[in-house]
């Protein structure tokens, strides 16, 4: 999800000491397939009717053009989100909060030993600006990266039209609460939010709220499951409501999380309804750790060392709950704080 500005960080950690990139370009239509081709410093970026094609200075790769345009569409709505958004094992972003990093292999153990892993470093509004404009000139008629394999069109092809409603998609961002007087409203149909097909028996009571005298305007509730029952996009944490820095980020998961994230805080998972598997990598190699099985009713934390990737085979619900303090990625890295809260 994409910080606010009071949690952000104010100064950019830069470990690596990298000048900041300024050079960007996007290439006419190519003749043959109607896509544009963007640059990004050392970065290059084309897609044809199948493929993603990445090249660097010393190297080249190439995504499934649907698993680049999923993963692209988080990086984008997520503002670059918390730490690491592995695209695959070989490219992605971290971010330092008003600075990003664009890397090819420098999560992947066999680039590092190797020493071919290239990174850059970018203002994150800039780098911004061209990964908007490539979801938007890459993404076809009736197809959206947000949407589940069974609930949108294909990707493939040549340039046919465009889906600028669905890849500009605001992100809820409540201020306090969902249903509160001027903050997001809840869902309903006739504010185009119909319940989808695998949340068909999901109840869509509204909770009674008998409030004391004087008070009326200072208790609210709504009903989670039923928000979350009409949620049209999938693996997408919504702010839904917030404490100070504690942001509670419900959402609906279908198919597979469309990127392996590399976090940079413990994050703590609550398993509302169904299942999901999470496989979990190290974070800096991608070596495999563990497969964790989460069922309804389970809660369990993701630690800041790890990097983690979701797989549900029947649509879920899932709260997401992020510490969004900027103090807590400085503290892990100097050893003031642990990569897990909880220690057996």
């Known amino acids: 999800m994409a910080m606010s500005e009071d949690v952000a960080p104010t100064r950019p950690a830069n470990p690596r000491g990298l000048p900041l990139q300024s050079g960007f370009a996007v290439e006419p239509a190519d003749n043959r397939?109607?896509?544009?081709?963007?640059?990004?410093?050392?970065?290059?970026?084309?897609?044809?009717?199948y493929f993603a094609h990445i090249t660097?200075?010393?190297?080249?790769?190439?995504?499934?053009?649907?698993v680049f345009l999923r993963a692209l569409m988080r990086d984008v709505a997520w503002g670059?989100?918390?730490g690491t958004v592995n695209f695959d094992t070989v490219f992605g972003?971290?971010?330092?909060?008003?600075?990003?990093?664009m890397f090819a292999g420098a999560t992947n153990e066999s680039f590092i030993k190797a020493g071919t892993a290239f990174i850059e470093r970018f203002k994150s509004d800039e780098l911004m600006r061209i990964f908007k404009e490539m979801i938007g000139d890459w993404t076809n008629q009736g197809y959206d990266p947000f949407a589940a394999p069974m609930e949108t069109g294909a990707p493939w092809g040549s340039k046919n039209g465009d889906n600028d409603s669905a890849v500009g998609r605001k992100r809820v961002t409540a201020k306090r609460m969902v249903g509160l007087p001027g903050d997001t409203p809840?869902?309903?149909d006739a504010s185009g939010y119909p319940v989808n097909r695998m949340f068909a028996?999901?109840?869509?009571d509204t909770p009674e709220v008998h409030a004391e005298p004087g008070f009326e305007h200072e208790v609210s509730a709504f009903n989670l499951f039923a928000y979350l029952s009409r949620s049209d996009v999938t693996w997408n944490p919504s702010v839904c409501s917030v404490v100070k820095e504690s942001l509670f980020c419900p959402t609906s998961e279908e198919f597979i999380l469309p990127v392996e994230h590399g976090n940079d805080r413990p994050e703590w998972f609550v398993q509302l309804?169904?299942?999901?598997?999470?496989?979990?990598k190290d974070r800096d190699t991608g070596a495999f750790r563990a497969q964790v099985v989460c069922k309804a009713g389970d809660v369990c934390v993701m630690?800041?060392?790890?990097?983690?990737?979701?797989?549900?085979?029947?649509?879920?619900?899932?709260?997401?709950?992020?510490?969004?303090?900027?103090?807590?990625?400085?503290?892990?890295?100097e050893g003031k704080a642990p990569n897990v809260p909880v220690t057996f």
């Open 186 to 188: 809840v869902r309903t």
């Open 273 to 280: 309804s169904d299942e999901i598997i999470w496989t979990t």
């Open 80 to 82: 670059f989100f918390y």
């Open 93 to 101: 972003t971290t971010n330092y909060y008003g600075e990003v990093e």
């Open 56 to 66: 660097w200075p010393n190297g080249r790769h190439q995504l499934a053009v649907d």
């Open 201 to 204: 028996d999901v109840t869509q």
């Open 33 to 49: 397939t109607g896509y544009r081709t963007f640059r990004a410093g050392s970065f290059g970026f084309r897609r044809d009717g």
């Open 303 to 333: 630690p800041a060392d790890v990097r983690h990737q979701g797989f549900s085979d029947k649509r879920s619900m899932l709260l997401v709950w992020e510490n969004g303090s900027p103090k807590i990625p400085a503290l892990i890295r």
